[in-house]
């Protein structure tokens, strides 16, 4: 773990990065556990390995690997001593921004498990809802104003109406508004509301957000 691994480099090839990632996510596990032995926790460093984790988490290792990054994280942040809870804690607010959201919006993409992209959605509103900082703005770079408009407009009950809350929100920021253009959300929401489907009022509102 004290290896320092740039991952932001341009240098650094697919197969490398891959390779860097799945040696630092392994350590991460085995840290992980480590941790819980209370003779290991006086002995290390606590502050400088959440700050390599940090850097780490937020870099471009791919997203497979970051699981482990996280749940170690979120074990040193409780053993560093007194934090702030919830979203207040900057640790969580970067577990949530670079890991959590990315990885629901990956199920959300995937076609083959509506159940999956039933809770990823509905997960994924309820952490928008809850005001985490930069967490629609985090949805809107990991690509999934697309994924969103497909679930809309395929599936139905929660999913939809999650997925509606969630584009509601992104609506609000006008630089989102090309990208939710651009994945059909007019065409979709205009059928919802001439269905009078139970999400139509839902659809009407982001409607009038947008400029159509």
Not at 44 to 50: F, P, V
Not at 83 to 103: A, C, Q, W
Not at 130 to 140: I, L, N, P, Q
Request: charged share 25%; hydrophobic share 40%; proline share 5%.
């Amino acid at each position: 773990m004290e290896a320092e691994y740039d991952f932001q480099e341009s240098e650094l090839d697919t197969l490398e990065i891959e390779e860097a990632g799945l040696a630092v996510s392994a350590a991460s596990r085995l840290l992980t556990r480590l941790l819980d032995s209370e003779h290991f926790q006086k002995n290390i460093n606590a502050s400088t390995l959440t700050d390599s984790l940090r850097k780490i988490l937020t870099s471009k290792i791919p997203l497979q690997y970051k699981d482990w990054i996280a749940a170690c994280l979120v074990k040193l942040s409780f053993i560093s001593g007194p934090t702030k809870l919830g979203s207040e804690n900057p640790i969580n607010t970067e577990v949530m921004l670079y890991e959590t959201i990315p990885r629901l919006i990956e199920q959300i993409k995937d076609n083959y498990s509506p159940e999956s992209q039933e809770t990823a959605v509905i997960e994924l509103n309820r952490i928008i809802s809850e005001g985490v900082v930069d967490s629609t703005r985090a949805v809107a770079n990991q690509g999934g104003i697309f994924p969103l408009v497909k679930l809309i407009e395929d599936g139905n009950g929660r999913a939809v109406d999650a997925g509606l809350a969630i584009l509601y929100n992104l609506s609000m920021d006008a630089e989102n508004h090309p990208a939710i253009l651009a994945a059909g959300a007019v065409p979709v929401l205009r059928r919802i509301v001439l269905s009078k489907s139970p999400q139509w009022e839902r659809a009407l509102n982001l409607l009038r957000t947008l400029p159509t």
